[in-house]
């Protein structure tokens, strides 16, 4: 009887050994099984950004060089970005002029020196995302350049004495004449409309922004800078632009921004000013918002290059600056509409506010019965 349960018991335990020599089996399978499924998807995933970084370096993007020809300064190197859906034959040919087929043009500038960094900067999956969205949505082209600098970053030209203003305008005014021949070749060559430029500068890029257009008002439609530290005097025929201004209270040219935007006002400018609490020399998510509010406003009186038949709307874009929808306290970021607002601001402190979509994005919108309590 013992024997028999003992060769029972033997049975069994070789039978479980068995067992689980198979579960140790198929566990190393799975595991084969599981290390192969990680192997295919992680070549799956290198190919599938392989194929995405082609797809983005085949991106419509197409480089111009304007060389210098002053000693102390690089050449300058242009970017076009062509809008999705623009016809692109012989693009780039410079031997025949072929009509236009974008709306217009959105420029972006940085502070960027380097040719190969400014190029990201007006791709797909570069910085300006939504800009790119934005160019794409309203049959726009892209442009960028290098920085081509020739600007004094520590002092506004409201400060300067005469003779150096004087000298200080002279010298700039070579380096605007260098990009000005770049961009019209730039414009040529992609048949791009010269006129009704629209720009966004940060930082560098602002410097250059609003000096050019300070100097070259007829090439621009509308400008919007952000923390550009220094600010170039007020000039005449800078009030046939739509300007934006935005800073930070705590960015170093703050003091000078509002100078400059105080000046434009009593010059006859159309310019919205803003600027963000505790927000040094950067950007941000609210700036962002309200720069494409503010080009979606533009973009609505903005001539369509594209369209012989296009005709403006009953009124101008400076209508509603001159008549605003909203009005806002730069110092508050708060904004009211038109017939209550004197009652809770100075007038040194207002700025208009021509829509609901830009007040919004601006600050924080009240309406009387809100400020009451």
């Not at 089996?25 to 992680?42: A, G, P």
């Not at 010059?267 to 998510?285: D, Q, T, V």
């Not at 009186?301 to 296009?310: E, G, T």
Request: charged share 25%.
């Amino acid at each position: 009887m013992v024997g028999s349960e003992r060769g029972r018991f033997s049975q069994f335990s070789k039978t479980s050994r068995s067992l689980d020599g198979i579960k140790r089996k198929i566990l190393r399978i799975v595991l084969l099984m599981s290390n192969c499924f990680k192997i295919i998807l992680c070549v799956v995933s290198q190919y599938t950004l392989l194929i995405c970084s082609h797809a983005s370096s085949n991106e419509e993007i197409y480089e111009l060089v304007e060389p210098t020809k002053l000693a102390s300064f690089s050449d300058i190197t242009y970017y076009v970005r062509l809008p999705k859906g623009r016809p692109d034959e012989n693009v780039g040919r410079a031997s025949s002029r072929r009509e236009v087929s974008v709306r217009g043009v959105l420029a972006l500038v940085t502070w960027g020196t380097q040719p190969e960094d400014v190029r990201q900067n007006v791709a797909e999956a570069g910085r300006f995302k939504s800009y790119v969205k934005f160019a794409d949505k309203h049959n726009l082209a892209l442009i960028i350049w290098t920085n081509f600098k020739g600007y004094k970053t520590a002092v506004s030209g409201d400060v300067m004495d005469a003779d150096r203003l004087k000298a200080y305008e002279k010298s700039y005014s070579q380096r605007a004449r260098e990009w000005k021949n770049g961009y019209k070749r730039l414009c040529r060559r992609y048949s791009l409309p010269e006129k009704n430029l629209m720009i966004y500068g940060m930082s560098g890029g602002g410097q250059m922004a609003h000096r050019l257009a300070l100097q070259e008002p007829d090439y621009f439609f509308a400008v919007h800078i952000h923390v550009n530290s220094s600010y170039d005097a007020i000039r005449r025929d800078g009030e046939q632009i739509l300007w934006l201004v935005t800073t930070g209270t705590r960015e170093y040219g703050y003091p000078a921004g509002v100078r400059f935007y105080r000046e434009a006002l009593s010059r006859g400018y159309n310019m919205i000013f803003r600027a963000e609490e505790n927000l040094r020399h950067a950007g941000s998510a609210e700036t962002e918002r309200t720069s494409l509010a503010f080009f979606e406003y533009c973009i609505k009186f903005l001539p369509d290059a594209s369209n012989p038949k296009w005709r403006p709307p009953p009124v101008d874009q400076f209508y509603l600056m001159k008549y605003p929808t909203y009005i806002g306290d730069y110092l508050n970021s708060e904004a009211f509409t038109r017939e209550v607002a004197p009652k809770y601001m100075e007038p040194e402190v207002m700025v208009a506010l021509p829509n609901k979509d830009i007040a919004e994005a601006w600050g924080t919108v009240l309406d009387f019965e809100e400020k009451r309590l």
